[in-house]
């Protein structure tokens, strides 16, 4: 039997306007380099939760998953909390996923203005 261990990557983004088209266009881009980033697709991934600010109701995050064929992947939308200061029209997302890689390193993605949330992982 080989022992599978499980991780989360996280990743965030910004959204230009509240659009159904810009937040898929944003939300795919995301998601597009998480998964090429880690290596992940359906086939080892648990399940994935995204996230958005109240600023964004034009559609669901998650509908960009189904577009890029995760369709049987478990997804899940909620709000981030709004919170007086926070990063504004902004996407996040946490994938969990299955490896044999047992010393694999999660690679985290922030794109856009959403890089400052993490200044850790873009500095120079």
Avoid: W
């Avoid at 039997?1 to 266009?25: C, K, S």
């Avoid at 109240?54 to 939308?77: H, I, Q, S, V, W």
């Avoid at 926070?86 to 390193?105: D, F, G, P, S």
């Amino acid at each position: 039997m080989v022992h599978r261990t499980v991780f989360a990557v996280r990743g965030a983004t910004t959204v230009p306007q509240d659009t159904e088209e810009d937040i898929l266009t944003s939300t795919t881009e995301l998601l597009d380099q998480m998964l090429k980033k880690n290596n992940l697709n359906e086939g080892n991934i648990v399940s994935i939760i995204f996230t958005a600010t109240e600023d964004l109701t034009a559609c669901f995050p998650a509908k960009a998953a189904r577009e890029l064929g995760l369709t049987n992947t478990p997804l899940m939308c909620a709000k981030e909390l709004d919170i007086s200061g926070a990063l504004t029209h902004c996407v996040r997302i946490m994938i969990h996923y299955q490896t044999n890689n047992h010393t694999h390193n999660p690679v985290h993605v922030y794109l856009k203005e959403a890089k400052s949330l993490r200044p850790d992982l873009h500095s120079t």
